[in-house]
C-alpha cells in the first residue's frame, strides 16, 4: 500500500488520503452536502478540476458557487457547453477563445456564410439545456501537440492551429464532453448538470486575436446559474441596470454627447454635465486644499524622451495616440498618458530639503490613450479623460502618515456620495518572484508594513493579494459596490520608488547627504469620465443635493407670476442655489410630471397666494409635498441637506 498523503484544509486542519484521491472524493469524505455544491479544487494555490488527482501533500480548498473561483469555472465549462450546442447546430463552424468574464462568458465563432441573429438565441439556449441534463463528465486529456495539430487539421479550424502555435509540447490538454472536444487548459466542473439555468445575452463582433486586419468572428455573450431562481434574480437586475445606463440616463439630463465628427471615445460635455463636473472638481480642490495640496498644471502633450523617462512610452505606446512630429526633424511629442512625469520634473525644477516635505501636488490633468474601438464604451471606457491626480513627494519615515491621510480623503469622498459598500485590496509583491519588482527589500518592506498599519488604523475590511503590486510598489485599490450590488474599482493609492529613481530625484536630508523621495500616486475619483458614469448608475440620476446640476426648478402656475418666480431665482442664486424657470404655456401638472422626469430635486410652485405671502410651494422629487416654506426658511433647509451630506463627521 502507498503512503497516504497529507491535506490541509483552509481551517489549518489535516487529514491522510490515499495517493490519487481527488478534491471530490475529499469533499464527499466531509459531507455528502458539500460534495455536491463542489465546483473546482484549488491545490497548493492552483484552480484544478475537482476531479483530478492529487498525488501529494497539498492545502487543498473546495471551490463552490460562492467563491469567485467556483463561478468563473463554472462559467468556463459553460462556455464548451455553448459551443457543443453550436456545433450540434451548425455542423461545420469553426471556433476561436470561449473564456470566462466578470459576469458569465463568451464564445467567439466563425459561422461561415450564416450570420446568426438574436431571434436563434432562444433555441440555442434550449439546446444548452437538453445538453446539460445529459450530465456529461468534463474529461481531462493530456495530448501531444502533433495529435492536437493533426485533430484541427483535419477539422479545418484554423483558429485552434493558430493557438496550438504559441503552446509548449507537453503543456497541451483537450476536454471533452458529449460529443465535443475543446483545445483547453482547464479547469471545468464535474459534469454538465450542475448546469441548470442558462441565457444567451448579446451578439457583438470580435476581430481574431483583436485584430483589425483579421477575420471578424461572432462573439455570443450568455450566463448561467446552478439555479433557476437565480437567473431571474439576475435578469431582474439586468433589467434595472439598463434603467440605469449612464449613456441613456447622461442623454436624458442632457449632461454629455459623442460625435462621430470629434471622433470616438471623446466626451462632449454640454452645459449641465459641465456643471456637473465643476461641483465635483470644486468639492475635491476644496478637500485638497485643506490637506495640504498645492495645484500645478502641466501640458496636455510632452516630448517623447518625458515618457521614454518615465517608462511609459515602453508600457503605453502601443495603446496611445502616434507620436506628434513637429516641422524640425526627429523631434516627436506625445498626447500625454499619464501626469506623473510632468510632476516630477516640477519637483525637481530647484533643489529640496528633508524639511520641505511632504510636497503634493495635485492636478486635474486630461491623459490620452488609444483605446480600440471595439473597447470604447460611453463613459467608462473612453480616449480622453481627466483623472483627480496627486503625487505627494516624502521621506520613506512620512509613508505611513500620508498613506492615513489619503484614506481619509478617499473615505469621505465615498460618504459625500453615497457609497457605503466597499473593500480595500492591499496589493503586495510576489515574495517567490522578487525579480519582478524593482527596489530593495527593506524599502518593500517598509512600504508594505506601512501600507498595512495604514488600512488597520483606520479599521478598513481589507483582502491581501500578493503578486497584485505593481512592480514599483504596493498598492491600495478601493473596490466599491454600487446598488445594484456591482462592484467597481474607485479610487487607488500607490508607493513608488520607480520614478524618483527613473528621474533622479533627490534631496537634502538632515545629514546633508543626497537623499531619493519615495512617491505616493493618489487618484480618489480615478477618471471623472468613469467616475461620473459609475455615480450615475448607483444613484440612477438622482444626484446628491449639493452636486445636482439642477437643483431646483420653479414652476409659475401662470406667466402673470413669472416676475415673482424670477425674483425667487435671483435670490435663491445669490444662496448659491442654481435651477431654471419653466415658464411654458402648460398645466402645473405637467411642470410637476416633467420636473420629475429630470429627477429635479426640488421643485418650487408659485401662484397667487405665494406670492401674496411671499413664500414658496416646495414639492421633493420622489417624496411629493411639503408645504410652504419662506424663502429664507427653504435657503436654511436647502443648506442644511448639504452641510449634513459634506459634514466629515
Known amino acids: 500500500m502507498s503512503q497516504p498523503i497529507k491535506i490541509t484544509l483552509p481551517d489549518g486542519s489535516e487529514r491522510e488520503y490515499e495517493k490519487g484521491t481527488t478534491g471530490l472524493q475529499i469533499a464527499a469524505s ?16 492552483q484552480v484544478w478540476d475537482a476531479t ?4 501529494e501533500d497539498s492545502k487543498l480548498q473546495l471551490l463552490t458557487w460562492n467563491d469567485g473561483e467556483g463561478k468563473n469555472t463554472f462559467w468556463h465549462s459553460s462556455a464548451h457547453l455553448l459551443a457543443e450546442a453550436l456545433e450540434a447546430l451548425y455542423p461545420g463552424i469553426k471556433f476561436g477563445i470561449g473564456p470566462p468574464i466578470e459576469t458569465g462568458f463568451y464564445y467567439d465563432v466563425d459561422f461561415g456564410d450564416h450570420t446568426l441573429d438574436g431571434s436563434e438565441l432562444e433555441k440555442i439556449e434550449q439546446k444548452m439545456i437538453e445538453l446539460a441534463r445529459e450530465k456529461n463528465e468534463y474529461v481531462r486529456k493530456a495530448i501531444s501537440k502533433k495529435d492536437a495539430i ?131 472638481v470644486a468639492f ?43 516641422p524640425h526633424e526627429g523631434e516627436e511629442f506625445l498626447l500625454k498618458p499619464m501626469n506623473c512625469p510632468h510632476h516630477c520634473e516640477i519637483y525637481k525644477h530647484k533643489p529640496r530639503s528633508y524639511k520641505d516635505l511632504p510636497i503634493r501636488y495635485a492636478e486635474f490633468g486630461t491623459v490620452y490613450r488609444y483605446e480600440q474601438s471595439g473597447e470604447l464604451h460611453g463613459l467608462t471606457r473612453v480616449r480622453g479623460f481627466t483623472q483627480d491626480d496627486a503625487h505627494i513627494f516624502c521621506r520613506p519615515e512620512q509613508v505611513k502618515e500620508e498613506f492615513i491621510k489619503v484614506i481619509d480623503l478617499v473615505l469621505y469622498v465615498f460618504k459625500a456620495l453615497g457609497f457605503e459598500d466597499y473593500t480595500a485590496q492591499i496589493s503586495l509583491r510576489d515574495p517567490e518572484n522578487k525579480q519582478k519588482y ?35 510598489g504596493p498598492k491600495l485599490d478601493f473596490m466599491v459596490k454600487d446598488a445594484l450590488g456591482r462592484k467597481w474599482q474607485l479610487g487607488t493609492i500607490q508607493v513608488d520608488y520607480n520614478l524618483p529613481e ?4 533627490e534631496y537634502i536630508g538632515s545629514d546633508n547627504a543626497k537623499h531619493r523621495p519615495v512617491m505616493i500616486h493618489r487618484a480618489p475619483f480615478g477618471s471623472l469620465e468613469r467616475f461620473v458614469a459609475v455615480l450615475i448608475e448607483h444613484c440612477a440620476g ?76 416646495v414639492r421633493k422629487h420622489g417624496e411629493g409635498d411639503l408645504g410652504n416654506y419662506s424663502i429664507e426658511e427653504f435657503i436654511k433647509y436647502f443648506q442644511g441637506i448639504i452641510s449634513d451630506s459634506l459634514s466629515k463627521e
Open 284 to 326: 475635491m480642490k476644496k478637500a485638497q486644499d485643506k490637506s495640504g495640496y498645492e495645484q500645478v498644471t502641466t501640458p496636455h502633450i510632452g516630448h517623447k524622451v518625458l515618457y521614454e523617462t518615465s517608462g511609459h512610452y515602453e508600457k503605453y505606446g502601443k495603446d496611445s495616440f502616434q507620436p506628434i512630429h513637429t
Open 542 to 617: 438622482n444626484f446628491p443635493l449639493w452636486l445636482s446640476p439642477e437643483q431646483i426648478n420653479i414652476l409659475p402656475i401662470s406667466e402673470k407670476f413669472i416676475t415673482y418666480a424670477e425674483e425667487v431665482k435671483s435670490l435663491l442664486e445669490d444662496a448659491g442655489i442654481t435651477g431654471s424657470i419653466d415658464n411654458r404655456d402648460e398645466k402645473i401638472g405637467r411642470k410637476i410630471r416633467d420636473s420629475e422626469v429630470k429627477k429635479v430635486p426640488f421643485m418650487l410652485i408659485v401662484g397667487e397666494k405665494e406670492q401674496e405671502n411671499r413664500v414658496l410651494s
Open 52 to 55: 483530478r488527482s492529487i498525488e
Open 30 to 45: 466531509i459531507s455528502e452536502g458539500l460534495a455536491r455544491n463542489v465546483l473546482a479544487a484549488k491545490v497548493n494555490g
Open 438 to 472: 524593482i527596489g530593495t527589500d527593506e524599502a518593500w518592506a517598509k512600504a508594505e508594513a506601512a501600507i498595512i498599519e495604514a488600512a488597520a488604523e483606520k479599521g478598513l475590511e481589507t483582502v491581501t493579494e500578493l503578486g497584485e503590486a505593481a512592480f514599483y
Open 502 to 505: 527613473r528621474f533622479e530625484l
Open 150 to 280: 493533426a485533430y484541427y487539421q483535419e477539422k479545418g479550424d484554423e483558429y485552434k492551429l493558430d493557438l496550438l502555435e504559441g503552446l509548449e509540447d507537453g503543456s497541451i490538454t483537450f476536454y471533452e464532453q458529449g460529443n465535443f472536444t475543446d483545445l483547453c487548459r482547464g479547469p471545468h466542473i464535474p459534469n454538465t448538470g450542475f448546469i441548470k439555468a442558462v441565457k444567451l445575452t448579446n451578439i457583438a463582433g470580435a476581430y481574431w486575436r483583436g485584430d483589425e486586419k483579421r477575420k471578424m468572428l461572432t462573439r455570443i455573450y450568455g450566463v448561467t446559474f446552478p439555479k433557476a431562481k437565480e437567473l431571474q434574480e439576475y435578469l431582474t437586475l439586468l433589467e434595472e441596470a439598463k434603467k440605469r445606463d449612464h449613456r441613456k440616463i447622461g442623454r436624458e439630463l442632457e449632461l454629455f454627447t459623442f460625435s462621430e465628427k470629434v471622433g470616438q471615445g471623446l466626451p462632449l460635455w454640454l452645459p449641465k454635465g459641465t456643471l456637473l463636473r465643476e461641483r465635483l
